[in-house]
């Protein structure tokens, strides 16, 4: 596990946060955090710290909800 420095397109703050893949210098990645506030062009993420970003720069990824069932399952006697 180690820390790496994170830039974002727009911010000009490096990040750092804690790595538990391999990444190499350069290589892009992925992060999730909550929206706490969409402005006209801007975007900004709770990632630890709020970082505000362009808004082409971010992905909308929806939090998984299990299927709804409309029968409760039924365990087979032993």
């Known amino acids: 596990m180690d820390r790496v420095s994170v830039s974002f397109p727009g911010y000009d703050f490096p990040?750092?946060?804690?790595?538990?893949?391999?990444?190499?210098?350069?290589?892009q990645i992925d992060l999730k955090g909550e929206v706490t506030r969409?402005?006209?062009?801007?975007?900004?993420?709770?990632?630890?710290?709020?970082?505000?970003?362009?808004?082409?720069k971010v992905r909308l990824v929806e939090k998984y909800r299990p299927p709804n069932r409309r029968k409760a399952l039924v365990v087979a006697p032993d």
């Open 38 to 56: 969409i402005d006209e062009d801007t975007v900004t993420i709770e990632l630890g710290p709020l970082v505000t970003v362009d808004r082409d």
């Open 15 to 27: 990040h750092s946060m804690i790595d538990h893949t391999k990444v190499n210098r350069g290589q």
